[in-house]
């Protein structure tokens, strides 16, 4: 799975080639890069009805996290120049406002109200969970530049880092046209001075891991480069308590976090990642078993996509994938397509449900066949992944065996880069099965609606 990527002169893809605001795991929206002003989504976005889900009240995550790896910031002693709304309409602030010695913070340019909202989080921000030891390192990658490899062996859904990001800004301001007139005609680009001001503020040594990142945009200078090289765009921002960004797909805020930033891209990616806006951290899951010294790679396009759009998308980094997929595009394609294909959706399970010439195992072996491509393809990452599970979880519902269900339940639970945001949306039932000490499955909508009445 490890990609080959043949860097263009002038692109350190290892030190971070990143999209701006990429979408990873993201197979079912767009994003592209560009300028700061670009917008784009991430991973943490798509809803779909799955099927047949039982109903339940949604409720917020509030899974925590912790510190690791790298250089552990040193805090500053806060360094809280309080200042007020500057001509965006927004504030600096570093999160969190009292770090412990040694706690990674993060430097912010944010609207005030939004910035008030997280506090109303409890325990905001709550404490990450890294895992115990640091799985990975950052090495010479042939081909690559740098990139980060595995020190150990790592399982399919480990939890790899758990990590605060340098710093976070919007991805573009929206100044009333006489302002942004007068900016231009005094040569000012808002954006710009806000992160570099946003770099001024760190810690001596967050400042030197975020200058240590790769610029493939020396054109806009060492900090405005540096975060369009990096950036990684977050919805979990667009919502916070009462305050919404409304229009849907667009990612709003954007981050630069040095060890999202130094994986490189594969098609094929063997890790996800999610921001935990509780913890206001974004963590990294392993998607599939990873070996020792292998590559952490991460997907920079639309996974799902065909391999000339991914080119095409990744041509913004200036640069040609390699990896089996795009080198074996054909079977790849097909492969990829009859993934999207399949589409296991309510009508689907109901067509199972209500026609008895189908037999028990009709949906049961799509299932496999599904989940048999997907590995086959490397695309555990995508939420195409989560959804087999879910349907598993399901169609076992469906023919009372809450034993097997449990099972397929767990795995949907395992792809937490998927079910932490396809959870409140559709997948609430996971829980209700997961619940050992509770018989509530038995009030799932499907729950026996396979199971033939004996004379
Ligand atoms: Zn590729």
Redesign the pocket.
Known sequence: MP?KLKVVPNARLGAGCRLVGTRRNGHRSTSRRGATTLLVSDHESTMRRGFLNGKKESKDDGREVNDLSTTPAAASKTKSRPTGPDIAGNIYCTIPEDAAPGEQVTECYIDPTRRAALNKIPGFPQPMQPPGEVLFRLGESPGKGMGLFATRKIKQSELISDHRPLLLSPMSLRLPMHVQMAMVLGGRDVLSESIENLVQRMTPSNRARYMALANSHPEAGAELGIFQTNCEGTRALNEVGDVVIKKHGQCRFSTVCDVISRMNH??SPNTSTYFIKQSFSWRVWATRDIEEGEELTSSYTIMLAS?ST?QRMLADYAFQ???P??TDASASNARRAKIIEVDFNPELGLKWINDASLSDDWLVEKCHAQIALIEQEGLETSEEYWEVFVTLMRVYLCLGDIKTARKWAARAYECQWVHLHREAVDGQDVALVLDEASMEYERHIVWCSRVKEEQ
């Open positions: 990609s594969s098609c391999a991914r994938c390699q990896c997929a795009c």
